[in-house]
């Protein structure tokens, strides 16, 4: 874990990140529509495939090199670390949502994710 987050600076990192988080979706139903139909023996071209998956890629890349952490792509899945006391929570943005509005404890996973209400518990 390189970089950790306040709430604010993760709000203001997810609203940053939103129309390549956008992009991302939109690539992601694209590549499955595209292999989808490949795989049903339908021709696609596979350069076509390929460059979804790279642009998706780099997406992907993007979104790490910010310091946040991706935990899944479909759906997307974020988490912030955020240090709170002597140890550290993951802030955690799910596809959908509209704010960051749930945490967990890194061990715990999205399972044990929390309103962010029970974080002064």
């Known amino acids: 874990m390189d970089r950790t987050f306040s709430l604010a600076e993760a709000r203001t990192v997810l609203a940053d990140m939103r129309p390549a988080l956008d992009e991302l979706i939109e690539v992601r139903a694209d590549l499955a529509t595209r292999a989808h139909r490949h795989n049903r023996g339908e021709t696609v071209p596979i350069p076509d495939i390929k460059a979804l998956e790279a642009r998706m890629g780099e ?49 715990l996973g999205f399972m044990g994710r929390r309103p962010l209400a029970d974080l002064d518990r």
Request: glycine fraction near 12%; charge should be negative.
């Open 59 to 107: 997406l992907l890349d993007g979104v790490r090199a910010r310091g946040v952490q991706v935990k899944g792509y479909a759906p997307l899945l974020l988490d912030f670390p955020m240090e709170v006391g002597d140890g550290t929570v993951l802030l955690c943005w799910l596809e959908g949502d509209d704010d960051i509005a749930w945490f967990h404890e890194p061990e």
